[in-house]
């Protein structure tokens, strides 16, 4: 099964970007992941899908801000603008015909 | 809108059982895969089952196969989880979610589930 590795933590300064990394295990480089966001003490919430092309298709109400990209096994997603509501953790999943798979999230600090 | 709301939450023995329910509104309940994710105070997001549209395939993580059973009732709008023989390290917030095929889509608020004696 696939296996999703994040950093534990990263930090930006407001205003600045930032780019998260997510990546697949070997033999799953091609896989489609997902992005969540959750802010403190709140329930997940959906950023986007990201195909290994680098398409993207991003939820309802998802700020322009938020932009998807891939090479090979990494997928990324970059916050621009950083603002202080995106200080959260973002968590990438994946799936295959068994399971379904989150990598263990990055919590990420706006300076 | 789009709306899942998640129940039946508490504290509950070791051994014990309890089923947890999602109550759906805003779209079309039976066309869609859904997802328990539970997450342990202070941890991430653990996925823990899945069932297909017409619950007639399900999936578990190994941490829960053989004690926790999904199941939903198209007629209802409704997503369950029987979970039996509980354990300490069952404690944690269960989120109902909504899958569209390219991952989840949509979330519930959650249900904390505390196993103490």
């Known amino acids: 099964q696939p296996v999703l590795t994040q950093s534990s933590s990263a930090s930006a300064s407001l205003g600045s970007s930032v780019k998260l990394t997510c990546t697949l295990s070997?033999?799953?480089?091609?896989?489609?992941i997902a992005w969540h966001q959750q802010q403190p003490g709140k329930a997940p919430r959906y950023l986007m899908n990201?195909?290994?092309?680098?398409?993207?298709n991003k939820g309802s109400g998802v700020p322009d801000r938020f932009s998807g990209s891939s090479s090979g096994a990494d997928r990324y997603l970059t916050i621009s603008n950083l603002q202080s509501e995106d200080e959260a953790d973002y968590y990438c999943?994946?799936?295959?015909?068994?399971?379904?798979?989150f990598g263990g999230g990055t919590k990420l600090t706006v300076l | 809108e789009v709306q899942l709301v998640e129940s039946g939450g508490g504290l509950v023995q070791p051994g014990g059982s309890l089923r947890l329910s999602c109550a759906t509104s805003?779209?079309?309940?039976?066309?869609?895969?859904l997802h328990w994710v539970r997450q342990a105070p202070g941890k991430g997001l653990v996925w823990v089952s899945r069932?297909?549209?017409?619950?007639?395939?399900?999936n578990y993580a190994d941490s829960v196969k053989g004690r926790f059973t999904i199941s939903r009732d198209n007629a209802k709008n409704t997503l369950y989880l029987q979970m039996n023989s509980l354990r300490a390290e069952d404690t944690a917030v269960y989120y109902c979610?909504?899958?569209?095929?390219?991952?989840?889509?949509?979330w519930g608020q959650g249900t904390m589930v505390t196993v103490s004696s």
């Open positions: 069932i297909n549209n017409d619950g007639s395939s399900t």
């Open positions: 805003g779209f079309t309940f039976s066309s869609y895969w």
């Open positions: 990201l195909e290994g092309s680098g398409s993207y």
């Open positions: 999943e994946t799936w295959d015909s068994n399971t379904q798979v």
């Open positions: 979610a909504r899958n569209i095929g390219a991952g989840i889509d949509i």
């Open positions: 070997s033999g799953h480089s091609s896989y489609i």
